[in-house]
């Protein structure tokens, strides 16, 4: 199932996020996706699982085990949702995800395009 396509933000004040992601969840709690990063022009793959105790959604950004983020699913269902971005034990970082709206061929009833 398709959670969405949102814009990271720094804050609320970041008019134009570099960072896109796009996320989906399975039946078992799977969490998976891309984010783009266009200031870099890179793409890595997301990866995670949902507590399904806690409803707590956390998923790595690529192969580096360094970089965990998290937020809640219930969040991820609404327009903006708070998300933590805990690098290694030294730091955390606190970021907006903003919902994207879907292309207007998406809107009109075509299907989206599947996450790789």
Known sequence: MALGTFAAATDEK???PTRVMQLAVNK???V???????????????QGRVDKDTQRVAFRLGESENVVCETGLYNLTQS???MLVHYRTERVENYLLVRLD????????????PLP
């Open 14 to 16: 970041d008019a134009q």
């Open 28 to 30: 078992e709690g799977i």
């Open 102 to 113: 879907p292309p207007e061929d998406a809107a009109a009833g075509e299907e989206e395009a």
């Open 80 to 82: 903006e949702a708070p």
């Open 32 to 46: 998976s996706g891309t984010m783009v990063n266009t200031a870099t022009d890179s793409t890595v793959t997301i």
